[in-house]
């Protein structure tokens, strides 16, 4: 499965729009990129999937280029409950899920 | 409806014991996946049971071992304990065409 880079971690203030950009150069014609939130001591929470263009939701909007090597994740207005880990993972979505080591965002008041 | 649920929340073993832990899927999944978290890392794939019998297995020794029950639920065995079995164990379910995997809260354990 593809590999994905993504930063370490990130800090924003309440109100302001989060991008978290990651990189998947491998990814497999087949592969979706699906995008997963962690608070501390729970399990991983799915916020939004994409194969390409554009995506959104109620939560966050995922933007895909053309050649899928990389996307990016957006959440408009953080607010304090959005400090978490958010990991990137490319895959067929139904199969076993690979994650990395995750961005770690702290949003500050 | 009830979301994944697992048990117990926290354990606490000595090296060498053998442990279960439980997993009750989300209300009409039919796959599970088990993952171990080490502390400050990411999710890692332990294997997936669907239809009673194992899909797909992470690289993780012999020691681990499922199985799936008639219902969907599922246990997940870790025999011969070592200290670096210490992590959050995390159950995920979905159906097995499904766009998302639905985590529970993981169990705790620790080994001593």
């Known amino acids: 499965l593809a590999k994905t880079t993504q930063p370490i971690s990130m800090y924003s203030y309440e109100g302001q729009e989060v991008n978290i950009t990651c990189s998947h150069n491998n990814i497999a014609t087949n592969d979706y990129i699906t995008w997963y939130q962690q608070f501390p001591s729970q399990g991983p929470r799915f916020i939004i999937q994409?194969?390409?263009t554009k995506v959104t939701n109620e939560v966050a909007s995922l933007f895909i280029p053309a050649d899928r090597k990389s996307s990016t994740l957006s959440l408009p207005r953080v607010s304090l409950s959005d400090t978490a880990v958010y990991y990137c993972l490319v895959g067929v979505h139904t199969g076993k899920l690979i994650f990395g080591q995750g961005t770690t965002l702290q949003v500050k008041p | 409806d009830a979301g994944v649920t697992q048990s117990p929340t926290h354990l606490i073993k000595t090296r060498g014991q053998q442990v279960t832990l439980r997993c009750s899927p989300k209300?009409?999944?039919?796959?599970v996946s088990w993952y171990q978290q080490a502390l400050g890392q990411g999710p890692q794939f332990i294997f997936q049971?669907?239809?009673?019998?194992?899909?797909q297995r992470g690289n993780f020794p012999d020691r681990f071992s499922g199985h799936q029950f008639p219902n969907y639920s599922s246990e997940l065995n870790v025999n011969a304990l070592l200290l670096g079995d210490s992590a959050l164990y995390l159950c995920?379910?979905?159906?097995?065409?499904?766009?998302?995997?639905?985590f529970g809260p993981g169990t705790r354990l620790t080994v001593l």
């Open positions: 995920a379910s979905s159906l097995v065409e499904g766009q998302e995997q639905f």
């Open positions: 049971y669907y239809e009673e019998e194992e899909r």
């Open positions: 994409g194969y390409k």
């Open positions: 209300s009409g999944h039919d796959t």
